[in-house]
């Protein structure tokens, strides 16, 4: 899936359950931990294989499900350690449903064929084709087919949600470029 669609998914599933639990939508610090969650076990596994050579392929170690309850633990500690619960609970959502996303929709039909991944180390992965680093593997590995035109079109769809929740999180991305834009000194 593509990161897009990782998000949406992410944001969908997140503000549904701010709705319904709190009647609320999500709010700014935890809708980013969720953005960031989202995109997780890519922004792990992808240059580890593509670039570094230092995994086996673009979805192990961060795609593992023995990787997730380890994370899910870890981020449970510092969240709570730090009072900060519910940006933990929104990232550990991002990225268990950047690992359902990526669980290939055969499996309705019984085929399970294709989440190896979800097992690794434990399971053996099928081979990944070669790639000369994370941009070439962008460029030239996926295509947009059927799949891809849905990814997009559940991202429009989640970007309007977000947007009608009063875009939660885009205010500290904004501050954090702006002050990565500034000079020191200028405030």
């Given at each position: ?30 809708a980013v931990a969720l953005a960031i969650g989202s995109q997780f076990p890519d922004?792990?596994?992808k240059p580890l294989a593509w670039t570094f050579d230092v995994l086996p392929g673009g ?129």
């Amino acid at each position: 899936m593509w990161p897009w669609g990782h998000l949406a998914v992410a944001y969908l599933l997140y503000t549904a359950y701010t709705h319904r639990r709190f009647d609320r939508p999500p709010l700014a610090l935890p809708a980013v931990a969720l953005a960031i969650g989202s995109q997780f076990p890519d922004l792990i596994d992808k240059p580890l294989a593509w670039t570094f050579d230092v995994l086996p392929g673009g979805r192990t170690l961060g795609h593992s499900l023995a990787f997730a309850a380890v994370l899910t633990l870890v981020v449970y500690v510092f969240a709570t350690r730090f009072e900060y619960r519910r940006v933990g609970f929104a990232f550990v959502v991002g990225h268990v449903s950047h690992l359902l996303a990526d669980v290939p929709p055969t499996v309705l039909t019984g085929d399970l064929s294709g989440t190896e991944f979800l097992l690794w180390p434990f399971v053996d992965q099928p081979a990944d084709e070669p790639v000369d680093g994370i941009l070439e593997a962008f460029l030239s590995y996926y295509a947009m087919g059927p799949y891809e035109v849905f990814q997009l079109g559940l991202f429009v769809v989640a970007a309007l949600v977000w947007y009608r929740d009063g875009a939660p999180g885009l205010g500290y991305v904004s501050a954090a470029l702006d002050r990565r834009a500034s000079p020191a000194g200028d405030e």
